[in-house]
């Protein structure tokens, strides 16, 4: 976090000390009247500022003064403010179309679009209009400030100030410095956003910053696990929600933040960094070229009701609403095998659903001791009122506890949940090709194995398929349901049945390394530890980025330390080893922390220190 100075109690601050006219920055002029712009201009005049907007069309410069007269009424309306408030308000912004009104500003936010040419120009306009004093910054988001500053007259008076949209509601601003960036000036920027409500984070000058930097390539990935129609967009999008807690999924985000946008932060950063995940995917360049750019132009990855709508309509490529073609199996019993986290939770959420559960481990004492756990965890939800005594007693009822394999004689599905190691799970499944009844469903919840490597120690590989449950199970949502190339239509869709009783979603995806989630979070996680890394920003900066401006419920070093670092580290490099992809290869920084056995919470030291509880 940068250190915020000491913001003033009333948005109205007197004025800093004589002789520093500029550090109180109440006169600002925001240049370019877009989307950005007017949020910008909003935050400003609500904060007491006098504001003067900018936009070399006139019409966009009445939209933006309509805007905030519309935005104001709102608030008013919902009590938010008073009328003396809005009436103040809408007095602190005027609006034209002549640079020269920047001439009394303390500072200028350009908010033009993206191209060096056209920001080239403002600048050098500027440098004849403004006060020698005055700060000027850029909103951009992919172009480097430097290239802008040594273009300026007073390169020390440039910096970037980038926020996010909506820029009423998001809390995040990053306060760009270059090389030439004069301190006091990123004092006076920093010390204005802490007084308009917002959480400055200081970053060097490089394409996409942190948040986009981290952001952009995660959705470039996506993009390319859509386009290799690896998983529907609907399973993409509905994977990283429930499975990642995030607000939105990454194909509707790049909709919203628009294509073409997406792609010409991409090709700034891919040209600085050079990392093949973040050259734009292809299918970026072709609905760009297309037009279709996202919801603005009413389609994109998905198709709106009409441009600039956010609601979804169908279209070819949605899902068929009839259902499945294929009946499946019907399934009464179910055989969890396992005593772990993972399948104590798993049987759990059977039991609750109705299902009659035999929890077999590698003795009795450990399958007892795994429902043990799941009574426990029945008499908190009990404790919270989220289920009754009664019904807590029946589901705990539904499970049986067994001491051997042999037990699963008679279930209609069985659900591998045992360590994470190919020859433990392989020789499981020989025994279970055993024991289950012919007909049964056999399914893994391996997050990073080969599904069909455990098929294939079975004579019946077209019964096993996976079902990759998310920790903590009865809480998380999600399924990833994983078909190899030789499961059966009907297992498949037996397995989408279950997970519809279990009251879980699930998605489809194909056998290979990380399936959706783990596919598209890891390399987002490890790109995190690269900036650590390379000395471009803190953790504590990274994650409150992360959670302000991209919407995460925890940073990705809070979610490294939870899911253990040498966790973390597996994913890594079956990731890496899978897809030989260079920018997958697990940072060094990681390897050497999982070496020296910072693992995260449970070992109490990771990126953080965690005292133990």
């Not at 967009?233 to 939105?248: N, S, T, W």
């Not at 990380?514 to 596919?519: P, S």
Request: with cysteine; hydrophobic share 45%.
């Amino acid at each position: 976090m940068a250190t915020p100075l000491s913001p003033s109690t009333t948005p109205t601050a007197a004025p800093g000390s004589p002789g520093t006219p500029a550090t109180t920055l109440r006169t600002v002029a925001v240049v370019g009247l877009g989307t950005m712009g007017t949020g910008i201009a909003e935050v400003l005049v609500r904060a007491g500022r006098t504001v003067i907007g900018i936009d070399i069309s006139e019409a966009q410069a009445a939209r933006c003064g309509a805007a905030l007269e519309a935005s104001t009424a709102r608030a008013v309306a919902r009590g938010r403010i008073t009328e003396e408030q809005r009436a103040e308000a809408l007095a602190g912004l005027r609006t034209g179309t002549d640079l020269r009104a920047a001439a009394d500003a303390d500072l200028v936010i350009e908010v033009a679009p993206e191209s060096y040419e056209t920001k080239r120009r403002i600048f050098a306009e500027l440098d004849g209009i403004v006060r020698p004093d005055a700060i000027l910054a850029t909103g951009t988001n992919a172009l480097s400030v430097t290239r802008l500053a040594a273009g300026s007259a007073r390169p020390e008076r440039v910096l970037g100030v980038h926020f996010f949209n909506p820029a009423q509601a998001m809390k995040l601003v990053e306060v760009v410095s270059s090389v030439l960036t004069a301190p006091a000036a990123v004092d006076a920027v920093t010390r204005l956003a802490v007084e308009l409500g917002k959480e400055p984070v200081a970053v060097g000058d490089r394409p996409g910053f942190v948040a986009d930097g981290l952001l952009f390539g995660y959705l470039n990935q996506a993009a390319a696990m859509y386009e290799a129609k690896y998983a529907s967009r609907e399973d993409i999008d509905a994977a990283m929600k429930l499975g990642c807690g995030l607000p939105m999924g990454p194909l509707a985000l790049l909709d919203l933040i628009g294509v073409d946008t997406a792609r010409t932060v991409l090709e700034a950063m891919y040209a600085e960094s050079r990392d093949r995940l973040h050259a734009p995917a292809p299918i970026l360049g072709q609905l760009g070229a297309a037009g279709l750019t996202g919801r603005k132009a009413g389609r994109g990855f998905y198709t709106y009701e009409a441009p600039g709508s956010a609601t979804v309509v169908p279209d070819a490529q949605s899902p068929a609403s009839g259902g499945p073609w294929t009946v499946g199996r019907e399934v009464r019993s179910v055989g969890v095998a396992g005593s772990g986290t993972m399948a104590s939770g798993i049987a759990e959420v059977f039991a609750k659903a109705g299902y009659d559960v035999v929890l077999a481990a590698r003795s009795a004492g450990k399958a007892e001791a795994a429902r043990a756990r799941i009574g426990t965890s029945l008499a908190r939800s009990v404790d919270k009122g989220r289920m009754t005594a009664e019904a807590a007693a029946k589901t705990l009822d539904r499970i049986t506890p067994a001491g051997s394999w042999d037990a699963f004689g008679d279930v209609d599905l069985a659900v591998e949940a045992v360590a994470e190691d190919l020859d433990v799970k392989r020789q499981l499944f020989g025994t279970l090709d055993k024991v289950c009844r012919p007909g049964a469903v056999l399914a893994t919840t391996t997050s990073s194995l080969p599904v069909v490597a455990l098929a294939r120690a079975t004579s019946r590989p077209e019964d096993v398929i996976g079902m990759h449950f998310f920790n903590p199970a009865p809480a998380m949502k999600l399924v990833e349901v994983v078909r190899t190339v030789l499961t059966a239509d009907e297992v498949h869709a037996t397995v989408r049945e279950v997970c519809g009783t279990l009251r879980k979603h699930p998605v489809d995806c194909g056998d290979r390394a990380g399936f959706i989630v783990n596919a598209l979070l890891f390399p987002y996680l490890n790109n995190a530890i690269k900036m650590v890394q390379e000395h471009y920003a803190t953790p504590d900066d990274i994650d409150a980025a992360m959670k302000l401006g991209g919407g995460y419920p925890m940073g990705p070093f809070e979610l490294l330390d939870v899911v253990g670092l040498d966790v973390s580290l597996a994913i890594e490099r079956v990731l890496h080893r899978e897809f030989r992809e260079p920018g997958l290869a697990p940072a060094p920084l990681l390897e050497h922390l999982v070496a020296a056995g910072c693992l995260g919470r449970k070992t109490g030291r990771g990126f953080r220190e965690h005292t133990h509880h």
